[in-house]
């Protein structure tokens, strides 16, 4: 890496620090700098720390299944949700809330029900064994749109009660109180980051095209069922612990790409620390906008993303879609 | 002459339908051969069967009596690249990085690459006349530009076979026939191989040793340009009235076309 990319990398890891630091001191509930570390408050101290590591995952993960994906599909408007972990989730963690099962095996249910959704998609979308980008999108869209409707369905039955609850689960949300489960999706999220990481060059020649890729050497079909199936993971064990959180996936890769180019091998780690950066960041505003209510960490990735993304596709130098 | 490439027998296509049908043909070292033929005669299903996209039905391609099909992938690509026909590349990658990645199949996983990676890379740029490009964006650049640089990474692989399917292409008289001066360079001064898919008879008469004509999948007539570029054979394969002269420079065959009336 040459000193181009040093000072870059030294500069975004101060921001998330400094960033890390406000999220500790910022919250719902409004305790002095000092006080915040009183043995009382530790409980307050904690979830705070939970938090900020929930929003470094969510943000890593997202932000690499995104990279992978838009790499895969050729296509740099692709998301981590594309192939229909979002609905699947939602529609597995509905189920399990409208039946009345304990929240403890919610995020369970979500897991199962991305991974059966993705696994739906990609299976449409496979013809003589081989993957159909085009098909593959549009699967995604068909699936999601009919897991929703099921989703709005049971809602519609359901109690209000349910309702609430689900609100907040479809637009996501930071706060795990199990830290049992957010090491595992850490773990699963950062093995997954890790071998995107390792197949960056091919990556790079894949997202050139197929055929030019396996001109490389690269064994085209056995890379990008593998990578999926690494950001199905990714994927999957994010939503079942923060739900759906938009944007960021689509977003950071986005920026990334404008800053410091395609390869991804740069690309990758400045998207890891900028996607943390800004999920951190997000995530204070959540808490703090409307204290002490909490917005859903969904709607602020949305709201702050939308514009940004507005103002990058209005800017000649968008690389083409 | 030593033989570099072997198709024996070989057929192919896509689904049900075969468009490749049970050709044989050998490439020497030190060839410069060109195939012709008219649209859908099985040219670039060719290309993409030796370059294994798609799986041959019958048949088999060995390369220097290696089955290519049991070489692994990336030892493959060390000997023979490729430079496909309009490769539209949707991210802005530098022209650098684009050459640079005709090293994959010498790195391994993790592998940065090195020095001699760079110089290899940088060798490459300069034979194609391209080094003045290696900060702009692949996308920004010309058709002819584009051309070069990716021929540049297929030279990256430091190949011993090259393939390229119609490389002039959309590009004017001026570029092609700097590409294909190029590519002569390359055949005579580097001793490599190549093959190439070309519309143009007379290109292809002026540049290549051997010419192979197509039709209908299967090869017409293979040989050198006088043999196969007689107007008897392009007005059966190209359904077309000619006139084949001389050039009146070089004395190859010189393809006259002639309208109907």
């Known amino acids: ?321 | 002459m030593e033989k570099i490439l072997s198709i024996h027998n070989l057929s192919g296509g896509y689904q049900n339908e075969l468009i490749v049908r049970n050709i044989s043909l050998d490439v020497s070292k030190g060839d410069l051969l060109s195939i012709i033929g008219p649209n859908g005669s099985g040219k670039t299903t060719l290309f993409r069967l030796i370059s294994r996209i798609i799986k041959p039905v019958q048949g088999n391609i060995a390369l220097s009596g290696k089955d290519i099909l049991r070489l692994p992938l990336k030892d493959f690509s060390c000997q023979v690249a490729f430079v496909s026909q309009d490769s539209i590349i949707n991210f802005s990658f530098t022209v650098w990085e684009i050459v640079l990645m005709g090293r994959i199949p010498h790195l391994k996983r993790l592998q940065a690459e090195g020095a001699k990676d760079f110089s290899i890379a940088e060798k490459s740029l300069s034979l194609t006349d391209t080094l003045h490009l290696r900060n702009k964006m692949i996308n920004e650049l010309s058709s002819g530009e584009r051309q070069r640089v990716l021929i540049a990474r297929a030279l990256a692989q430091e190949p011993e076979l090259l393939f390229l399917d119609e490389p002039t292409s959309h590009l004017d008289i001026g570029h092609q026939i700097q590409i294909l001066d190029l590519l002569r360079k390359l055949n005579l001064q580097d001793k490599l191989t190549i093959v190439m898919v070309l519309h143009d008879l007379n290109l292809a008469s002026e540049y290549s040793n051997r010419i192979v004509l197509f039709n209908q999948g299967k090869i017409f007539k293979q040989g050198s340009p006088k043999e196969v570029l007689t107007y008897q054979n392009i007005e059966a394969v190209y359904k077309t009235v000619v006139v084949v002269e001389d050039n009146p420079i070089n004395k190859k065959p010189y393809v006259v076309l002639v309208s109907g009336r």
Not at chain 1, 174 to 180: E, G, N, R
Not at chain 1, 186 to 215: C, K, M, P, R
């Open chain 1, 1 to 321: 890496m040459n000193n181009k990319y040093k000072r870059k990398t030294i500069l975004l890891l101060g921001l998330l620090l400094v960033i890390a630091i406000l999220g500790i001191y910022k919250g719902a509930v409004d305790i002095s700098a000092k006080d915040l570390w009183l043995i009382e408050n530790r409980p307050i101290l904690y979830l705070r720390i939970f938090r900020i590591i929930t929003a470094i995952v969510a943000g890593c993960g997202l932000s690499v299944a995104g990279i992978v994906l838009q790499a895969i599909l050729k296509n740099s408007l692709a998301e981590p949700y594309i192939l229909g972990a979002s609905s699947g989730a939602g529609l597995g963690a509905v189920i399990l809330m409208v039946l009345g099962v304990s929240s403890i095996y919610i995020p369970g249910g979500a897991f199962l029900g991305a991974v059966l959704s993705i696994i739906l998609v990609y299976n449409l979308a496979r013809q003589h064994n081989k993957i159909n980008e085009q098909a593959l999108i549009l699967s995604g869209v068909i699936v999601s749109v009919a897991l929703s409707a099921v989703i709005v369905f049971l809602i519609s039955v359901s109690s209000k009660d349910t309702l609430h609850s689900i609100t907040w689960w479809l637009w996501g949300s930071l706060q795990v109180y199990d830290y049992k489960l957010l090491i595992l999706v850490s773990v699963v999220v950062f093995t997954g980051v890790l071998i995107s990481y390792l197949f960056a060059q091919d990556l790079n020649a894949i997202s050139i095209g197929d055929e030019e890729a396996l001109h490389l050497g690269i064994d085209v079909e056995k890379v990008k069922k593998f990578l999926i199936l690494v950001t199905a993971l990714i994927t999957a064990g994010l939503v079942s612990i923060c739900g759906i959180i938009g944007f960021v996936g689509l977003i950071i890769p986005h920026i990334m790409r404008l800053v410091v180019g395609p390869n991804h091998k740069v690309l990758i780690p400045a998207s890891l620390l900028s996607s943390a950066i800004f999920m951190v960041g997000c995530d204070i505003l959540s808490r703090t906008i409307a204290r002490p209510l909490e917005i859903p960490i969904g709607v602020i990735t949305a709201i702050v993303g939308a514009p940004v993304f507005i103002m990058l596709l209005k800017r000649k130098h968008m690389p083409k879609a």
